[in-house]
C-alpha cells in the first residue's frame, strides 16, 4: 500500500468546490437542483439582514436559458461583494448563518460559481456600481460611480443576471418555470403587500396578496366548499418566535399542510406544525368541553392549513437540498401549543363552520 500524507490533501478554494461537487450543495444536478440557484437569489433578496424595505422584486426567465432577477431591496456594500462571492468560511453551507452576510454567503458561492456568466449591478444614494464574472471568477470588480442621470427602477435596487453553467448539470434540462412561479406565490403570501412581477415565455403576472397567508389559503381552496366564511387567521408568539397560521376546512375529506421557516419551504413539516396540530386538537377539546385533546383524525379530514414561523436565523438551520428542518431548540413545540392554544379557542368560539363548532 502506498503512503497517505498530508501532502497528498488538496484545498480546494470555494469556487472549484462547487464546481467540482455541485449537486453536494444543491441536492442534484437536475431540474430541481437549477430551480434551488433561483431559490438562493431569491432568499438573499427577501434576507431579513438587508434591512426590511423590500416592495417590489421582478423574476424574468429569458427564452436564451438566461435568468434576471431586480429587487428595490438595500443593496450588499460594493466593497464586500468580491468576498461574498467567492468565499465560504469554515463550515458554510447553504443556510448557515454567521456574521457578517454569512446568511447570503454560501448561497451567492453557489450561484456565480455555477454560472456560465454573470452581471450584478446595484445603485444606491446617487451612486451605482457594477460586477461582471464567469465560473464564479471576478472580471470586473465593482467601483462605485454617480449614476449620472440613468434611468433606474426606483432609488436603490439590485440586479442580478445569469446563465447558469449547463455543463455541470443533466443534459437538456432548463428552468422550470411553473416551480418557480409556485416559489413566487409563496413569498407573496408570506410577506404581504410584497408585489412579485413573474415573466417567462408562457407566463407574465404580477403577484400580491394583501391579505398574505390568508389569501394563499384561498387559493388553495379555489375549487372546493369552504365550510368557514373566511381563512382563519391567528398569530403567537414563544420567546423570539412568531408563528402564523391561516386554515380553512371545507367539505372534502383530503388535508394539506404547508410550512415555511423565514420563508423557507419544510415539505416535511418540523417541530413548529407539530405545536400547531397539538394546539388545535387542544382547542377543540375545549370548545367541546372535553378534557382530553382531540385525535388528529377528527379535525384532519378537509383541513388546509398553513403555518410560517418567524425566528432569528441563528435557531434554525436547514438542509437546501432536502428543505428540512434539520435543527429547532428544544421545547419549541410545547410551547408553540401552549401559546397558540388559547388564541385558538378564542377565535374558534366566535365563527362557524369548523369541527369543534358546538352542535347546541
Not at 431569491?42 to 436559458?65: I, N, P, V, Y
Not at 371545507?250 to 405545536?275: I, L, P
Request: glycine share 8%; charged share 25%.
Amino acid at each position: 500500500m502506498s503512503e497517505y500524507s498530508q501532502d497528498d490533501v488538496v484545498v480546494l478554494d470555494a469556487v472549484t468546490a462547487v464546481r467540482k461537487r455541485p449537486g453536494m450543495y444543491l441536492g442534484d444536478t437536475g431540474v430541481r437542483g437549477l430551480s434551488r440557484l433561483v431559490d438562493f437569489l431569491l432568499h438573499a433578496a427577501m434576507a431579513e439582514d438587508r434591512g426590511g424595505h423590500l416592495q417590489q422584486l421582478h423574476l424574468s426567465l429569458g427564452e436564451d436559458g438566461s435568468l434576471e432577477l431586480l429587487e428595490d431591496g438595500q443593496p450588499l456594500p460594493p466593497e464586500s461583494l468580491p468576498d461574498i462571492l467567492t468565499e465560504m468560511r469554515p463550515g458554510d453551507r447553504p443556510g448557515t448563518v454567521a456574521p457578517p452576510y454569512a446568511s447570503l454567503r454560501a448561497e451567492a458561492v453557489c450561484v456565480f460559481a455555477l454560472s456560465e456568466q454573470y452581471e450584478l449591478e446595484a445603485w444606491e444614494d446617487a451612486r451605482r456600481w457594477h460586477l461582471k464574472g464567469q465560473a464564479g471568477v471576478i472580471h470586473e470588480h465593482p467601483t462605485p460611480e454617480p449614476l449620472q442621470g440613468a434611468r433606474l427602477p426606483g432609488p436603490r435596487g439590485t440586479r442580478v443576471k445569469l446563465t447558469p453553467d449547463l455543463t455541470l448539470f443533466e443534459p437538456g434540462i432548463t428552468f422550470d418555470a411553473r416551480r418557480l412561479h409556485l416559489r413566487c406565490r409563496e413569498l407573496a403570501g408570506l410577506r404581504p403587500g410584497l408585489r412579485i412581477h413573474f415573466r417567462s415565455a408562457r407566463l407574465e403576472e404580477w403577484i400580491q396578496y394583501p391579505r398574505g397567508l390568508a389569501d394563499l389559503v384561498d387559493e388553495l381552496t379555489l375549487y372546493t366548499l369552504p365550510r368557514m366564511a373566511t381563512p382563519l387567521v391567528v398569530e403567537a408568539r414563544w420567546e423570539d418566535f412568531r408563528v402564523r397560521c391561516a386554515l380553512q376546512w371545507t367539505a372534502g375529506e383530503d388535508c394539506q399542510v404547508w410550512s415555511f421557516v423565514n420563508t423557507v419551504r419544510t415539505r416535511r413539516g418540523g417541530s413548529h406544525v407539530q405545536g400547531v396540530l397539538d394546539a388545535l386538537g387542544a382547542a377543540m377539546a375545549r370548545l367541546r368541553r372535553h378534557k382530553k385533546p382531540w385525535p388528529r383524525e377528527r379535525f384532519l379530514p378537509g383541513l388546509t392549513l398553513i403555518v410560517a414561523m418567524d425566528s432569528p436565523a441563528y435557531h434554525c438551520e436547514w438542509w437546501y437540498s432536502q428543505q428540512f428542518l434539520f435543527r429547532t431548540e428544544w421545547g419549541l413545540r410545547d410551547g408553540v401549543a401552549s401559546v397558540l392554544t388559547p388564541v385558538l379557542v378564542e377565535a374558534l368560539r366566535n365563527i362557524n363552520g369548523h369541527p369543534g363548532q358546538s352542535t347546541r
